[in-house]
């Protein structure tokens, strides 16, 4: 038995769009296929998720928070992995961004008035994401290091640090021994939009029209997909590869910052251990499924974000482990590596 | 005092040391297998439910080995027939791996089961200092004494290990010499996961002696960073694996002496220490020199003349 593979010359939007459709599709059988096997009601479990997750205020409620931060780090990804940068890095930046906020918020300008921290921070965030970021970018440009593996590992050492800082100084003496920080001051929390969601779900919707229009329009999106087709042909032609490298890792890290911000000042309120339930993993996904298009990115993530608190709904209502979550997510991103091998190449079986 | 220093190294290595072996396994075949993680937790798991309803850890073994084998089979079927990306295949198979235990292992947190017990080899064990550091332990720790140096003989002086090394060098050429490319991939990359996997079972079967949900605590990114430290090469990944095995209990060691060391700053050693030999070893000419495999990370198709 043979796979043979035929690269697609033209992939057309509907081919991608309809592939990437029955992926999800696909994840969604073998699940409902694990579930009957462990002796669950997939169906039961389905429809609780959705009710939960998309039709009552609640959990609404939180699909949008997820949605805001998940969408954010994919958004950033995206602008990366358009040039073939492949930023795992989202996961690191996205603490980064949350402790440099901390930082601010708590330790140096806690006395501003609310205006400027609603700024100030955000900017922070940032910043403590888009240098997290410069530490791959400037190993891949100067020393030709994989960026793959520095993020990943800048993702565990950020993840370690935020827990030094909480275990140990920064830790609330109010928090009875929890590791956290305290709460920020009200000046450095985000307002709130609709119920428990805050103002920040907006940004990425901005973000996702801005990324458009530079990924389209400008001299920047246009230097990145020629970069991401074929480095060297970028290079003949003139253009900087070097410096587009580091500006678009460190603007990609930067975003994955900006989302860490706004969830600590819309969200949490405050540092903690394990503060993001791996958001920069699953903004992978988000990315890979949108087929790197910011727009489709927001309608991927508010459906990734609900599936996230369904599995949580799961948990109360069926007892079902949280863990059942990373099975989805893992089934999830097998099926859409497939569609996507699927997207660029025609398979014939030879038997 | 020293002994007991070495003596826990080796210990505390051994699980590392099975997962590195793996992983350089599946890479010198040009595979990166970034699931470690998710593999050692399956492993551990397996592990221990098989020595629980057996009875016999030698069944939990098998069954850690089978289903590491089955997952990275799996594995190497989307990545090396697929040819989907092997970065995102892995992280998706440490998710599927943190998923699998976390939802099984619930019913048997807090449960015992058989474990490994130490066994002293006559004579040796009675030698001084040396007889307590390597002929105090379990057999998984023995097992590894043959493995390696086995590893290291099959990798660089038999036919197999050449083409092995010829695949993850230069697919291409290897096809044209009549090697099967898919076929020395998927052998190598599920070896890795068994061995991997058995790391894993280390774990729960003698180091901790409990199943607790994810009990691998970033071993498996660790063993990645290993990899890379031991230069794809079994015996310095003995030295790699011992080496961090040791910084792992002395820092236990400097803690309960009350040292004002951070946990946390510790256990970022590994992670930093990988960035800096990253950056040493990445050029070109340093790579070609101490054997890294060129195609690693690199699909192969004979039809196609890019890859």
Known sequence: MKLKFEPRIESSKVLEVSIMFMSVILAFLIFTLFMLITGRDPFGAYKTMFFWAFAKKVGLEGSLIKFSALSTIGLGLILAFRMKVWNIGGEGQFYLGAMVTTLLALFWFPHLPHIFLLFLLPLGGFIGGSLWALIPALMKVCLGADEIVVTLMLNYIAMLWVDYLVYGSWRDPASFGFPMTAIFPESAKLPYLWGKVHIGVLVPIVLAIVLRVVLERTKLGYEIKVIGDNPDVAFCSGMNVKRNIILTLVLSGGIAGLSGALYAMGVQHRLQHAFSPGYGYTAIIVAWLSRLNPIAALFVSFFLGGIFVGCEILQIVMKVPTSVVYIFQGILFFCVLIGDVLIRYRIRLNL | MLEAIFTAAIRAGTPLLYATLGEIFAERSGVLNLGLEGLMLVGALAGFIGSYLASSVWFGVLLALLTGGALALLFAFLTVSFRVNQVVAGLALTMLGMGISGYYGQAFIGKTAPQFSSLYIPFLSHVPFIGKVLFSHDPLVYLTYFLVPLSWFYIFKTKLGMSLRAVGEDPRSADAVGINVAKVRYLHVTLGGMLTALGGAYLSLAYTSMWIENMSAGRGWI???????????????LLASYLFGGMASLQLRIQAMGA???????????????????????????????????ALMKPYAREEREY
Do not use: C, N, Q
């Open chain 2, 223 to 237: 063993a990645v960073a290993l990899v890379i430290f031991s230069a794809w090469d079994p015996l310095r990944a």
């Open chain 2, 260 to 294: 004002e060391i951070s946990p946390h700053l510790l256990m970022m050693l590994p992670y930093v220490l990988t960035i800096v030999v990253l950056s040493f070893i990445s050029s070109e000419s340093v790579r070609k020199r101490i054997g890294a495999p060129t």
